[in-house]
């Protein structure tokens, strides 16, 4: 692609690009709030101007391919990037519209946007489908950027309507880290969409000096951890990051990570049936937690086809619930979303497009 993205510019670095300063907050506008599809839509620019803007950026680094529409409400976007590579993105409906007697609305829909942030992913967990393609490249903040935009736009979202953001598709966040910074910084910008960073959450497999380095920066997000074993035998196993990157490092970065006083660091935990689903596997995850003001998302393992794990019961889930919070562990099953569309953790990935779609 020979035009640049132009929302991987921040709102500073757009002003410092087109003069006068004013100009730049009108497109930013254009952007965020009316969700423009081309630079000729802003009239409100001098022709010169738009046509300057159209000849050195592209407002569309992403296309829309498919939409699958789950049960739940969830909507899962396929998207083509200019290369050809395709990421998925999810938009979950986490509160339907609720309404007072007389037909006034009294509280609207609550949407979590779940983004992506490489074309594949490194890590190579084995209960995870979206490794299974391998890694292919970063996204730039604007392409990850984009991934919201067009969701808001194509659901009638308006600019000034809050959603929460999760980096929990394709690809580790940290290992794309600077492009992932900036997007959340983006997205935070209050002429842009103002969504804050305390509701931003970025998943890791646990890259602790990528961790370290995210604590740096006090961009004031929320942390997750993806853990799903509490020993290194067994996460070396599901996670051959572990090798690099163990247990014990993520506690310590965990430790040292600046948490928001009314925030806890979350740990999601994957369980899989006869593999880490037993009341010892609570036990030492109650032990290793200790001293952190942690909470723990469990998560039903989503089959898919081809692989070797199962989904537990849903009477282990709750048995191994129920032991972590009797003992005072904030402790939450994630209810999976999207499963019919293989929208839910873990099943994003990459598609080709002849043939697949």
């Given at each position: 692609m020979n035009k640049k993205i132009i929302q991987d510019l921040t709102k500073e670095e757009l002003a410092?690009?087109?003069?006068?300063?004013?100009?730049?907050?009108?497109?930013?506008?254009?952007i965020y709030h009316k969700y423009a599809t081309s630079f000729e839509e802003m009239k409100n620019l001098p022709k010169a101007m738009r046509e300057e803007l159209d000849a050195e950026y592209t407002l569309a680094p992403l296309k829309t391919v498919t939409v699958q529409d789950s049960m739940d409400g969830s909507r899962k976007y396929l998207f083509e990037l200019h290369d050809g590579h395709t990421v998925e993105a999810v938009l979950l409906l986490m509160r339907d519209k609720?309404?007072?007697?007389?037909?006034?609305?009294?509280?609207q829909e609550r949407y979590t946007v779940c983004i992506s942030s490489q074309v594949g992913c490194k890590v190579g967990c084995a209960f995870c489908l979206t490794a299974k393609g391998g890694f292919m490249r970063n996204l730039t903040a604007g392409e990850i950027v984009e991934q919201l935009r067009m969701i808001k736009k194509d659901n009638d979202i308006a600019a000034n309507r809050r959603v929460n953001i999760?980096?929990?598709?394709?690809?580790?966040?940290?290992?794309?880290?600077?492009?992932?910074?900036?997007?959340?910084?983006?997205?935070?910008?209050?002429?842009?969409?103002?969504i804050a960073p305390h509701r931003q959450t970025i998943s890791t497999s646990g890259l602790s000096s990528k961790i370290e380095k995210l604590g740096k920066m006090e961009l004031g997000i929320n942390l997750a951890i993806s853990l799903h074993a509490v020993d290194d035998e067994l996460r070396q196993q599901l996670m051959p990051i572990?090798?690099?990157?163990?247990?014990?490092?993520?506690?310590?970065?965990?430790?040292?990570?600046?948490?928001?006083?009314?925030?806890?660091?979350m740990f999601e935990y994957l369980v899989i049936k006869d593999v880490n689903d037993d009341?010892?596997?609570?036990?030492?995850?109650?032990?290793?937690?200790?001293?952190?003001?942690?909470?723990?998302?469990?998560?039903?393992?989503?089959p898919y086809?081809?692989?070797?794990?199962?989904?537990?019961?849903?009477?282990?889930?709750?048995k191994f619930q129920e032991y972590l919070t009797k003992r005072g562990l904030h402790c939450t099953i994630r209810e999976s979303k999207g499963l019919d569309i293989s929208a839910a953790c873990g099943q994003l990935r990459e598609q080709e497009l002849e043939g697949e779609i």
């Open positions: 410092e690009k087109i003069k006068p300063a004013f100009r730049s907050k009108q497109i930013y506008d254009w609720e309404y007072h007697e007389d037909g006034s609305v009294k509280h999760v980096f929990m598709g394709m690809g580790e966040p940290l290992d794309n880290l600077e492009a992932v910074a900036k997007s959340v910084k983006i997205f935070a910008e209050e002429e842009g969409m103002a572990n090798k690099a990157y163990n247990i014990e490092s993520i506690i310590t970065a965990v430790k040292n990570f600046p948490v928001n006083d009314r925030k806890r660091v009341i010892s596997a609570a036990k030492k995850l109650l032990s290793l937690l200790d001293g952190i003001k942690a909470k723990v998302n469990l998560i039903y393992f989503n086809g081809g692989t070797e794990f199962k989904r537990p019961s849903e009477a282990d889930m709750k």
